[in-house]
Structure formats: C-alpha cells, structure tokens
C-alpha cells in the first residue's frame, strides 16, 4: 500500500469485475556489525498449498522499512528510513506484542531503493541489509512467518521500453537478498514485487493494459528463476508473485500468468467494500452490517473468484493486505473484518491486515497497533480477525 491512495478510487470498478544512490554511512543497527541470530534451519519440501494452511491472520509493518526520503543525500543511516513517515524505531518488543495477540506472521515491506548503488551490480547498502535482516529475525524469533517484499520502488514502470532495465535490476536486488537469507527455512517467505503498476497514467488502479501485465508476468518468472538458482534453501522457498497492482479485478487476473512451481503463492491486496475500507471520508461510508447482501458482495466475490481460479486448482494465495480506515465507528470495522476473516478462513487463504499505525484525522488510518504506547487500538477488531481460526483450534 502507498502512503496515499487518494486515486485508489478508481480500484472499484476493476474489483467487481529517486534516483539510484548508494546509502553511505555507519549503520546505528547492531545488526550490522554482527551476523543474524538465527541459525540455518532444516527446510520443509512441501507445496504452497500445505504451508498457507499454517497461516491465518498476519499484521504487515506499514510505513516503516517502505518508507521513502524524497530528497536523500546518501548519508543516511538505517534509522532516518525507518522513521521518516514518522513511525518510531521498530523493536523486538513491538513484534514481541503483535505475535502475542495471535498474529502467526508478519509482512515486512521494504522500499530498497536510496539504498542500493548504480549498476551493473546494484549493490545493497550492507547496513540496511542489516537492519532488514534484524526486523526479519523479530518475526521469526517469535515462531512467526515473514513474508519480505520490494515494495515502493519508482524504477519498475512495466513498458516494454523499461522491461529489461528493471529486470536488471530486479535481478540484480533479489540476487542478494536470495543470499542473505539462503539458510532460513520456510518461515521466511519472498514476495517479488509489491503492486507493480502504471503509476501517474489513468489506468493505474483499474487494470493497466495488456503491455503492463505481460511485463509484469515477465518480471515475476525472473523473480523465481533467480531465487530458485541462488543456492541454500531457496530452491525450497515459498515464493509471493504479484498480478498487475495486486489487483483482483478479473480483467487483471484474466492475463495473470502464474509461474508453473509447486512453491509459488498468488499476492492480492483488496481492501473491501471499497466504500468502507479504503474510500476517503468525503466519498465513503461509516456503515456495514453482514445483512446487507450490498455490504457482503464485494467481500463474497473476492473470496469466490480466488477460491475458484486458483485455491480448487491446487495454487496458493495470500491476501497480503486488507484493513479498514477507522471513521470512528468500531463496532462495524469489527463485523466487517470478522466476516471477511471468515470468508477466506473457510476458503483456505491467510489474510494480513495494514497497519500504518495511524488511527485519527482524515487521512487513510489503518492503525491496530500504538507502537508509541503499545496498546492495541481496537481489541474487538483484533477479536474478530482471530475468531474463524480460534474456533478451529478450540474444536
């Protein structure tokens, strides 16, 4: 998700149908001055389809390691990232409480770009390679799934014309991310890339075009041919590919080609009823109940076209984000979240709610979690996004 969707608007209508710089600079992570806490772990040989059977409901650190300087001198140290959408220091203590509340992953986006240097190597700053690698081990101290994306990247504009730059690089990032984290086991997951699109052109949210969607299946087959040859456990490694935007508008998901791998999970992101979830305060409502088959059909058309195109065929997926903006208006987010949390529990797909950890005023307040306090917002919210798999665990 960006740090605005304000244009996301035009996401309705396809769901019902910097420049390159190395970051110089000592790192202020400890990280990087000594190597990951977890050890090489024996790695599972098992489909995607099985592992997301161990997944539920997960909690994506939003606004933090994505986050974007516009204007980097190059100097920066991992801290000035992380906190320059004004988000505090992530600690292990913060995922500590996410993990507590039953939370059995994390979704941690990474914005890499400011942080890696001019081609052809593309190298990674290793003191934010660090820091990535400390946050990634939090999740994965605390026996949590991680899945680790690209996220809001200004370099893979998917033209033809641009095709084979980004996949320079494209490459060229994974290759060593690959390395970093080869002796992890299944717990850590990658995800090429995060909402690919047409940014700036009027069809950004609504589908692309065709060109947009073949460079992108493009990019996603290179993604996992560089994972898959990367060596250690990433011949094993369950792996996110995106369809244009994440998007799950069936003119979208018609071109979606999804690379022939039995390790391979379909990413989706649907903040459902668009009105409810994502909408701004001007254009959206406050209101939802699960009788209203207007409030529910977005919600059931999502879960039925995914179980239907890929979860019947044998092929993973992931809701990697979804969420409601608070309107201060509680007692329906939670109803509402309790439904769609059902509705993909009964289909077999994980869900992962956004929390930017903002929770008040106009703008898009997905916020679960105070990470300055460490209170959970909205306990009925959290609640409802446990029920459906508390209840099978409780028999």
Known sequence: ???????????????????????????DSPA???????????????PSTELIKEMHVGWNLGNTLD?????????????DWETAWGQPVTTKAMIDNVAAQGFDFLRVPVTWE???????????DPAWMARVNEIVDYGIENDMFVI????????????????????????????????????????????????PRLKGDPSEW??????????INHWNAAFVETVRNSGGNNKLRHLMVTPYAASSGDNVLNDFAVPEDD???????????????????????????????????????LIANLKDRYIDKGIAVIIGEMGTRNRMNTEPRAACAEYYAAAA???????????????????????????????WRYPDINAALMKPSSEDKNG
């Open 345 to 375: 529990h009964d289909a077999g797909i994980p869900i992962c709610w956004w929390d930017n950890n903002a929770f008040v005023g106009n703008g898009e307040n997905f916020g679960l979690f105070d990470r300055n306090t460490f209170e």
């Open 263 to 301: 390790k391979v999970i379909v990413s989706i992101h649907a903040y459902l009823p668009y009105t409810f979830a994502l909408a701004d305060n001007a254009q959206g409502t406050k209101e939802w109940s699960a009788d209203n088959a207007a409030d529910t059909r977005d919600i059931d058309y």
């Open 1 to 27: 998700m960006r740090f605005s969707k304000t244009i996301a608007a035009l996401m309705a209508a396809a769901v019902m149908l910097m420049p390159l710089s190395a970051c110089a600079g000592k790192s």
């Open 67 to 79: 986050s974007v300087i516009n204007n980097p001198k190059g100097t920066e140290l991992p801290s």
């Open 148 to 195: 680790l994306n690209l996220h809001h990247e200004d370099w893979h504009m998917p033209t033809y014309e641009n095709e084979a730059a980004a996949q320079e690089i494209l490459v060229a990032l994974w290759t060593q991310i690959a390395d970093n984290f080869k002796e992890y086991n299944e717990k850590l997951i990658f995800e090429g890339l995060n909402e």
């Open 32 to 46: 990087a001055e000594e190597t990951s806490a977890v050890q090489a772990a024996p790695m599972r040989d098992i």
């Open 114 to 124: 400011g942080k890696f240097g001019e081609g052809p190597d593309y190298k990674i």
């Open 206 to 215: 609504n589908g692309g075009n065709a060109e947009a969607r073949e460079v």
